[in-house]
Each structure stands twice: as structure tokens, then as C-alpha cells.
């Protein structure tokens, strides 16, 4: 079970864009004993798509292609299968039917140029309900999958149609159950030092790490004849991982860290009020992010002057002088505000230096403080954050975030700094 993966795009080989899509399927498809033999990136080439596709064919059993598959004049990835292939170009009706349903959807027409899109080559066999994506499939039955290049609709594809159909063409009399852990607060190394010998006396599961910053996700995968055994390995394992992982599994299965606070927050019936400073949003964002976001999000501030946090929340000046706007005290005081200006059962802070400049040798760049604010009570904490001004953004919305699940698993967080 031997598969290669060619990743098509100018802005890849140029390194405009980070190619993504391979390291999703090889860390899906090694845990199930596929072995991606080799990744290779192709510009947007007719000469170097085809010669990937001979190159690839001539030692896999399967391909999976991504990218090169819009409108545009540099997409294509299509007419090359076609060329590979031998096969002349045809306008596919079940993808003239689903670039209609696609862009119904969002209220238009298909617009001019899109139906490039649906010519596709004969007889190829299109995937799912989706506006790219579509099979074709050797003679000597090796099947070569083209999927879309934008990550979110590659990985759906990848999910629901790929990886099941090279399950019942590969493993046909194998049950394979998978189970997905995101976890935040650990590296990937401390990750795979607390789960190892995981699997010990289950030579039919592996275990899978990789990283999606500013997360490490965990992929436990079961291959089993027998299907009820096979969940009863896959229970019984992601039940140990969790333990080892004690607290730092923030979101299990598709779910993700938004999703699990959105859900508790409404099932807590609590409300929820943000001051964010150096996030400038970004938690507000992601909670926005989430259907349903009105029932918990009451609203979300951006204080990012001194004046703003004095105005808006009422962070006194005297704190503000003698311990500086990136400190507990005054995390603790714009949780505090924001929770009863905005008259919530919740308020959340974040400040701290971005960078990266701003930094002294007390608060390096990377210093944030986060407070909660509740009826019983604040609490407020700091932290150090290495990386890009981005990276620390990310990790400290990530933070916050879990500061939410962490007090929603139990109340009794707020006191146990």
C-alpha cells in the first residue's frame, strides 16, 4: 500500500504559500500502514505535472493529486490528467450540476469563466457534492485522486472520500477506526513521551502525532476484523491517552477548543464578555467563528491604549503606573471592568508585548497576562510566549481560550492559581 503525493501551485515552489495538504493526508494515511513513499511539489507545469504523475504511478498503488483544479488560466491540473491519461477533455454535467448547487447556496450565479471547472477528463469520476475534485483510475487499477488545493476543501474530500475508498480498496476485510485528540499546553515531543507504549499489546493500533499550531493533535488508529473489537480497542486506548494527557486534551474528535467552550457556555446558560489588548480581537474572532456564538458572546473589546482600558473599563491609573499595563493587576482589573461594565456572568483579558520590539529585561517580548473575572471572584496569571508577533497572538488567544474550558470543566479553576 505504497502512495505518492503531488502538491501542484507557482505559489508553492515559489514559497508564497505553505503547502499543507500533504502533511494532512500522510499523518492520516501512515497510522493505517499506508506508506507515503514521496512528496513532491509541482508548479503549475504541463510538462512537470505529467511527468510527476508517470514518475508516481510507476512505484505507488495510489496518488493523490491536490491543487490546480480553479477557473483560472494557471489552473491546469484537469487538462494534464487528460493529457496523461489519454483522455479528451469533456464538460462533466454532475459538475455543471454541483458548481450551480455550490454557488446557489451563497445566493449566486455561476459566474463567467467558472464553468472551466466542470470540463474535466472522460469518464472521470467526480467526488462528492463539490465544485472540484474528481478520480481517475489506471489500467492497471491504480487510482489517482485530484482534489481541490485550498486545505478546508481538500480535507473534507480527503475525509469523506478519499481515505474511506482506499480503505475498502486496500483493506477490504479490515474494520479501521480512528479516534482524534487536539491537544494545547504541551510540545509534540512531551506529547509523544506521555503516550509511549500507548499501543503495547495492540499490534493492530498506532498512534499518530502531528502539529497545528499553536495544538498538537493525536490521531489513535484501529485496524481489526472484527468491528466491535475494534471499538473496544479504540475506547479503551483514547480513554488512556486522555488520563496521560491529564488536562491538556482540550477537544476530541472534529470538534475543536471553540467548539467546546461554545458548547459548555450554552449549556451553563452563561454569558461572556472580552477586553483584548495585544490580541486585538483575534479571541472575539474565533468565538465569532462558532454558529451560535450570540447565545454565550455578549461583546468584545479592543483596549489597546492605556486610555481605553481607564475609560472603557475602568483600569484605575494608579495601577496602571505602578505596575504597567501588561501585568496581573491589570489583567485582573480589565476582566473585572469588562465583566460588569458589560453586565455578564464572564469577563476575560489578555494583555501583553507582541513584539517585536517593546520588550524590557523585567517583561520580555512574549509576556502576557491573562484575567477571568466571575461572580466569586478574578483571577489573573502571566506567561511567556516565544515566537513571531503572530505566533504569541495565536498562542494567547489559544490561551484565553482555555482558560474558558478549563473554568467550565470546573469553576473551582478560578481559584487554584
Excluded at 123 to 133: E, P
Excluded at 204 to 220: L, R, T
Excluded at 251 to 268: H, L, N
Aim: glycine fraction near 10%.
Amino acid at each position: 500500500m505504497r502512495g505518492a503525493i503531488i502538491c501542484i501551485g507557482d505559489e508553492l515552489i515559489s514559497g508564497r504559500v505553505a503547502e499543507e495538504n500533504s502533511q494532512y493526508a500522510a499523518a492520516r494515511l501512515a497510522p493505517l500502514g499506508f506508506e507515503v513513499a514521496w512528496v513532491t511539489l509541482v508548479g503549475d507545469d504541463m510538462q512537470a505535472i505529467t511527468a510527476s504523475l508517470e514518475l508516481a504511478l510507476a512505484s505507488c498503488d495510489f496518488v493523490l493529486v491536490t491543487g490546480g483544479l480553479g477557473a483560472t488560466d494557471d489552473d491546469i491540473t484537469a487538462e494534464a490528467a487528460g493529457r496523461f491519461f489519454g483522455l479528451a477533455m469533456a464538460e462533466s454535467r454532475r459538475m455543471v450540476q454541483n458548481l450551480k448547487a455550490c454557488f446557489a447556496e451563497v445566493g449566486l450565479e455561476v459566474p463567467p469563466g467558472a464553468e472551466k471547472m466542470a470540463w474535466l477528463p472522460d469518464g472521470a469520476q467526480v467526488l462528492d457534492r463539490t465544485c472540484a475534485g474528481f478520480k481517475l483510475t489506471t489500467p492497471q487499477e491504480q487510482p489517482v485522486y485530484f482534489l481541490p488545493g485550498v486545505p478546508g476543501e481538500m480535507r473534507r474530500l480527503f475525509r469523506g472520500q478519499v481515505l474511506p475508498a482506499l480503505i475498502q480498496r486496500f483493506l477490504p476485510d479490515q474494520a479501521v477506526l480512528s479516534a482524534k485528540l487536539t491537544v494545547f499546553g504541551l510540545g509534540e515531543s512531551q506529547v509523544a513521551r506521555r503516550l509511549r507504549g500507548l499501543t503495547t499489546g495492540h499490534p493492530e493500533a498506532a498512534v499518530g502525532f502531528y502539529p497545528v499550531f499553536p495544538e498538537e493533535q493525536v490521531v489513535i488508529t484501529v485496524r481489526e476484523a472484527q468491528p466491535a473489537r475494534a471499538g473496544e480497542i479504540l475506547r479503551e486506548l483514547e480513554a488512556e491517552a486522555v488520563r496521560r494527557l491529564e488536562g491538556f486534551v482540550v477537544a476530541i474528535g472534529e470538534d475543536s477548543i471553540v467548539d467546546v467552550v461554545a458548547q459548555r457556555m450554552i449549556a451553563e446558560n452563561l454569558s461572556l464578555a472580552l477586553a483584548e489588548s495585544c490580541t486585538g480581537g483575534l479571541i472575539g474572532h474565533r468565538l465569532t467563528a462558532v454558529a451560535g456564538a450570540s447565545e454565550f458572546f455578549e461583546r468584545g473589546l479592543v483596549v489597546y491604549s492605556n486610555r481605553a482600558k481607564e475609560e472603557l473599563l475602568g483600569v484605575s491609573a494608579r495601577t496602571l503606573i505602578e505596575h504597567g499595563a501588561v501585568s496581573a493587576a491589570t489583567a485582573a482589573e480589565m476582566a473585572a471592568g469588562v465583566r460588569e461594565k458589560s453586565a455578564v456572568d464572564l469577563g476575560l483579558s489578555v494583555t501583553g508585548i507582541a513584539g517585536p520590539g517593546g520588550g524590557t529585561p523585567e517583561k520580555p517580548v512574549g509576556t502576557v497576562f491573562f484575567g477571568l473575572a466571575a461572580a466569586n471572584g478574578v483571577r489573573s496569571q502571566g506567561q511567556r510566549f516565544m515566537g513571531s508577533r503572530s505566533q504569541v497572538k495565536a498562542q494567547a488567544a489559544e490561551t484565553a481560550l482555555d482558560w474558558l474550558r478549563r473554568y467550565l470543566q470546573d469553576h473551582a479553576f478560578l481559584h487554584s492559581a
